[in-house]
Structures are given as C-alpha cells and as structure tokens.
C-alpha cells in the first residue's frame, strides 16, 4: 500500500471510529462498543489482517444503519426493481480522492445514508455532496452522521426521491452502486440515469460499483478503469 493510500486509510479509520463514537450515534446503533473495541486493539497491536477485517466490519454495521422502508417507499423500491442497502466498500472512495476536488460536486444516485459520500468528504473535501436517496428513515440517519462528523449543511444535499425525478446536473462526479436489477422495470432506472448523464453539458467522471450501466450509455462515455467490482467512466 503507497503512502498515500495509507493516509487515506488512516482517514477513513478515524472517521468510522468518531461516528462509532459518538453519543447521537450509538444511540441509534446498537452493540456499536464491541466493533469500536476490536478495531481499536487491531489498531494498537498493528495487526494488518485484524485491522482490515475489523474495519470492514464497523464500516458494514455504519453503513447499514437506517435500512427500513415506509410502504410506500417499499412499494416503490419494487416496483422499480431496488436493491435495498448494500455497502459498496472502502476501494472506490480511496480512488475517487484523485478525482474530487475542492470544487466539485459529487452525486450519489441511491445514496442510503450517505455513508461513502460523508466519508468522501472527509477524504477530499468538496463544494457538495448530492445525497438521492428514497429512504427517508435513511436520510434521518445519514443526517445524524454528517453532524457527528461535523459536516457542514452547506457541503451536504439531501434528497428524498426517485433518482427518475431528480436534476444531477450540476454534479461533476457520479457515485453509483446497483441501484436496481437491469431487467424489467429496472431498466427504466438505468436509461433515465444514462438519458441524465447524456444531457449534461460538461466534463463528468461516474464510479459504478458492480456495474450495470455500461450498456445504457452511449458513446460519449468511455471507460477508463475496471477491475471486476468497479467501473469508471469518463465524458470529456
């Protein structure tokens, strides 16, 4: 692991460990004690393999934080073929750093609580984070995390809809896991995110975690990375 990756870790660590830390937090987590107590004793015995699976660990039970639905959200979700809450992992936030700048303005499409974005902004802090999620008790949530991380209100939008309803356009970096199956109704989804990201009239980058857009975008996108589990594209 370079230096670099190594910083960004060490980030990532310490903002896990203040969201697990914090009073508003644990009271809406459950048992959040024990996973903070095994990352922090990998942490002093410099134990790689414990620190990774110890980290991931924290970082899954963060992540999943808020995962319920009213019935009409539910409803949606089916109808439009949803995944619900799936982490998209730590890989891509370290490698989107070299992307996101001081400047940018990040969507993620299916955001959950907003875990990536909020951790991406204490990795390259940004203009804004565009958090699109149809979850509102998610979004109750995520809210809850940004002030534990002390996250301004001015750098984090949340939005409570279908992304099929929501304007991206101003965003420079599209963050996206599997929001939906690509059959069905769920197709829908991916042709009107790929009809958004067509539309817009400027450089874009797009992170797709376990990709099922590709084929839904036309040849102004191409891809610049993959390794099997993310996807990167670019519009020049």
């Known amino acids: ?28 987590i459950p048992n959040l004690d024990c996973y903070v107590k095994k ?22 039970q963060l992540h999943g934080a808020g995962s319920v639905y009213s019935p009409c959200e539910r409803k949606l979700l089916a109808e439009r073929k949803g995944y619900s809450c799936h982490p998209g992992g730590l890989s891509p936030l370290i490698k989107a750093v070299q992307f996101v700048r001081s400047g940018s303005i990040v969507a993620d499409i299916g955001a959950g609580n907003g875990l990536q974005g909020l ?7 940004h203009r804004k984070t565009i958090q699109i999620e ?16 002390g996250i301004s209100d001015n750098r984090i939008e949340w939005i409570h809809d279908d992304i099929i309803n929501v304007s991206i356009k101003t965003a420079d970096f599209i963050y996206i896991y599997l929001p939906a199956k690509p059959l069905d109704a769920g197709k829908e989804v991916y042709e009107a995110i790929a009809n958004k990201l067509s539309m817009m009239n400027r450089p874009l980058v797009i992170f797709s975690v376990a990709d099922c857009l590709a084929k839904f975008l036309n040849g102004q996108f191409s891809i610049f990375y993959t390794d099997g589990h993310l996807t990167c594209f670019i519009k020049e």
Do not use: H, W
Request: glycine share 2%.
């Open 39 to 60: 990352l922090s004793s990998a942490l002093r015995e410099d134990d790689s393999s414990s620190l990774e699976t110890n980290l991931l660990n924290l970082y899954a």
């Open 119 to 125: 951790l991406l902004q204490c990795l390259s802090p």
């Open 1 to 28: 692991m370079s230096q670099k990756s190594r910083k960004q870790t060490s980030i990532i660590i310490e903002s896990l460990l203040k969201l697990a830390t914090e009073p508003i937090v644990q009271a809406e």
């Open 134 to 149: 149809i979850s509102s008790e998610m979004i109750r949530t995520g809210r809850i995390f940004q002030q534990a991380l």
